[in-house]
Each structure stands twice: as C-alpha cells, then as structure tokens.
C-alpha cells in the first residue's frame, strides 16, 4: 500500500495520535541517498517523526524541520515536513556501517550519538520561525521525539518509531506513532497508554504484519476508543528547482560567479536533499552576473 498519514482523537477527548506508514518514502530516501542500513533507519525514524509533526500544522505553506546532531559516526540528521505531511531528508554519513547490537538490532542510538541535542524548527509563514531544542538523551529518535514535547512544549507524548532493513537493504516496512495527552487528560491516563505501548510491541513487528498506520494505531492502543480525523497520503517530496538554485548562484555573490565561469565555464548544482541535478552554462552565469549589475 501507499504511504499514509492519519490523524484521531480518542472519544472522550483526553488524547490526540498521528501514524505513519512511511515504506515508500524511505525507501526512497534510502535510493537517492544511498544509505547503508543504519542510516536508513536513522533517517527513517526521523522522517517518520517530521511527516507527524508537520501534519500538525494548520498553516498553508508551513513546515517543522528537525535537525539531530547527536556527536555520533553518522553526524547531523535533518528532516523537514509541510503541514501535509510530505517530508525530505538528509544525512551527513549515509554509508556508516555499524555493528548490530547484541539483540539483533540496528545500533542506531550508537551511530546519533547522545551527547548532543534534537532541535524544531517549526516556520508558520510569520517573520520569525519557532525554534526549540532539547537536548539528547537516547539518541534513538523516538524517546527524544516524546522528550522534547515534555520538555519544550508540557505536552505529555509518547513515540514510536521503526524501520525494518531487508537482507538486500531495502526497507521492508517504516512508520510510527505519536500519542499526545490533552488538558484535562487525568494524570493515569499516561500511565494507561503507556502500557498499552509496551503490550503492542515494537513498530516494526506492528508494521510488518499489517501497513496500515490505521491498525497500527489501534492495535497500539488497544482497548481505546479511537475516533479517525483525517486520512490522507504521504511521499518523499523535494521542493527544489531551477529557480531556488539560480537564487543560491546569486547569493555567492558576483566575485564567486565569475571564478565559477573562469575555472570551470559553468556550474553544476545538486540539490542536497534529492537527486536533482541542475547544469549552468557559463552564458547563463553571464546573464545572471548581468542581472546582478543592473539590480545593483
């Protein structure tokens, strides 16, 4: 199935959840990048967490980029969401390879590291972003995800996150779950949800067998009444164009341009976060430092 996005809220009003199945897109980050299976997990887990919490923007046009710069081998992670849902993402050691941990599993929290910090860049279309941060303490993603909401924003929260790697380093299944206590919630209810997370299980077993993030969800939950706000389709979307790389030449400023057209006779530009590659010839510069003169 296609990657899916949904949003609820329990009947009795106290608790708000967003999940995520993200297979495809990470599988996709995982091509354009060609991570190793560490990092695709990694960059999974956090693009996963980014597509949740930008649903969560009303604005047209906003978007939540989270940055993890952890002091780990896989160095700063970063993921950004519109209020759709649809994420991009990077990584700056996309070929880390790691040793499994004892149990099996992918040592993501060795590869991020925890001796830094998970910042949100939330920008709502105003003059000035929100910006938040909190320091690291896992560095598997989730549990810092879940942190930052108690610690930044007094939201009581918790995560889930999972990306399971095939033999052949493909991504097998990926999403998770965000549950968000709301005022008026009684103080057992944490207590209540966080049991039923520990009874579902991991996410990728959860996923594995069944896609959907709505059975996800409820399977997580189990024993809440759940009532579904919105469904909707998610994918790995970039942004980038022509245009945006012809204003990224000009901010270089002309000194920059004309050695780009003197050593090299043009440019080649590739966006960081896609495969897109754009190719400027050196009259095309040319025009642009014309440009740059007549506005100056």
């Known amino acids: 199935m296609s990657d899916q996005l949904i949003r609820a809220i329990s009947k009795d009003g106290f608790m708000k959840v967003s999940a995520v199945s993200t297979r495809g897109l990470t599988e996709r980050a995982r091509q354009i990048h060609r991570t190793l299976p560490v990092a695709t997990a990694a960059l999974g887990r956090l693009l996963a967490a980014a597509s949740m919490m930008g649903s969560a923007l ?147 077993e959860l996923l594995r067998t069944d896609p959907d993030p709505e059975s996800l969800m409820r399977r997580a939950l189990k024993g809440f009444d759940m009532e579904i706000l919105e469904k909707s389709p998610i994918e790995y979307r970039c942004d980038c164009s022509r245009e945006r790389m012809e204003r990224a030449l000009i901010s270089l400023g002309p000194q920059e341009l004309r050695s780009m057209i003197d050593e090299q006779g043009g440019a080649e530009l590739t966006c960081r976060f896609c495969d897109n590659v754009q190719r400027f010839t050196g009259e095309e510069l040319e025009a642009l430092l014309a440009d740059m003169g007549a506005s100056s």
């Not at 001796?115 to 949100?120: H, K, S």
């Open 58 to 204: 009303k604005e047209d046009g906003a978007s939540v980029t989270l940055q993890v710069k952890g002091g780990g081998p896989l160095g700063t992670l970063l993921a950004v969401s519109d209020n759709l849902g649809n994420v991009r993402g990077t990584v700056d050691n996309p070929a880390l390879d790691l040793p499994l941990r004892e149990d099996g599993k992918l040592d993501v929290g060795a590869a991020v590291g925890n001796q830094g910090a998970l910042t949100v860049i939330r920008d709502l279309r105003m003059k000035e972003p929100y910006i938040g941060s909190v320091g690291l303490l896992w560095g598997e993603i989730a549990e810092d995800i879940a942190l930052y909401f108690v610690e930044s924003e007094q939201v009581p929260s918790a995560c889930g996150l999972g990306v399971l790697v095939d033999r052949d380093q493909s991504v097998l299944a990926a999403g998770g779950y965000l549950v968000q206590m709301l005022p008026g919630a009684p103080e057992e209810l944490a207590e209540q949800v966080e049991a039923a997370l520990r009874s579902a299980g991991a996410v990728t």
